[in-house]
């Protein structure tokens, strides 16, 4: 029979801590303190009463904590925290990122990451085509628009082609200034725009009907009247079958 694999608890990198100690425990509590904390590593952090001044690491707390009290730090802290680490490896960089996160006034020197990644230039570049595909929602594909400008103009005459073309974007109309419509499928939100023309934008690609974009976010036939939603007047997310009735009216 197979033995049953236990859970591993990790081990805590942070083994032992003292925090708002008074600086006068140096002079008057030596040999205390020093059994304690000798031979051991760690960062840590000088206060000027409540408010953070400086942080550090050291690999002997006693002799680098002894020494702020004679150097450029003496007599801009009062009070001390300490926190030991089982390894020295992380120190530095324990250290960067508090230095970081802080930004005491006392560090001349602010934390570095030396092999961590910038992800800002990442997040601008995803948030600039956001606004991009925003701003071709909101205002359309100028190139598009200024091309199905000019075919209206040379077919002005309302023929029954025409008419039948109309029939077949049934939400033209309806809209004169746009409509943004909403889904949601198995917990996933989908957004597309109901042009004045009629023509529906979903993923920067146009159809003619609500089933068709409808199928296009599902990836199988849909019937986009039950599917998509408006907000009306009132702000409530209405079935955008609710229009079908105003539709048949205009092409009686």
């Known amino acids: 029979m197979a033995k049953k694999k236990t859970s591993r608890k990790s081990r805590s990198i942070i083994i032992g801590h003292l925090e708002r100690i008074n600086s006068k425990v140096f002079d008057q509590y030596r040999k205390q303190i020093t059994d304690i ?11 000027r009463r409540d408010k953070l001044y400086y942080i550090g690491l ?12 004679k150097d450029r730090h003496k007599g801009k802290w009062n009070y001390f925290s300490l926190y030991i680490i089982r390894k020295s490896d992380h120190i ?15 560090n001349y020197q602010k934390g570095k990451l030396k092999s961590s990644k910038n992800l800002g230039p990442k997040l601008k ?23 199905q400008k000019t075919i209206k103009k040379i077919a002005k005459k309302k023929t029954k082609s025409t008419i039948h073309r109309s029939a077949d974007r049934p939400l033209k109309g309806l809209f004169p200034t746009g409509k943004v ?41 849909t019937d986009g009247w039950r599917f998509w939603k408006y907000k009306d007047k009132s702000g409530n997310l209405v079935k955008i079958d609710a229009l079908r009735k105003k539709i048949k009216r205009q092409f009686k």
Do not use: C
């Open 58 to 69: 050291a690999t002997d707390f006693k002799k680098r904590i002894h020494h702020h009290l």
């Open 125 to 147: 570049h995803l948030l600039t085509e956001d606004f991009k595909n925003f701003l071709d929602e909101m205002f359309g594909d100028q190139k598009k628009y200024a091309k």
């Open 181 to 221: 419509i909403y889904a949601t499928y198995k917990g996933k939100d989908f957004k597309a725009w109901v042009r004045s023309n009629g023509s529906i934008r979903y993923d920067g690609t146009y159809y003619a009907t609500p089933s068709g974009a409808g199928k296009a976010a599902r990836k199988k036939e």
């Open 37 to 47: 904390i000798k031979g051991n590593n760690g960062v840590y952090a000088l206060y």
């Open 92 to 106: 530095r960089e324990i250290e960067a990122l508090l230095l970081r996160i802080a930004d005491p006034t006392g």
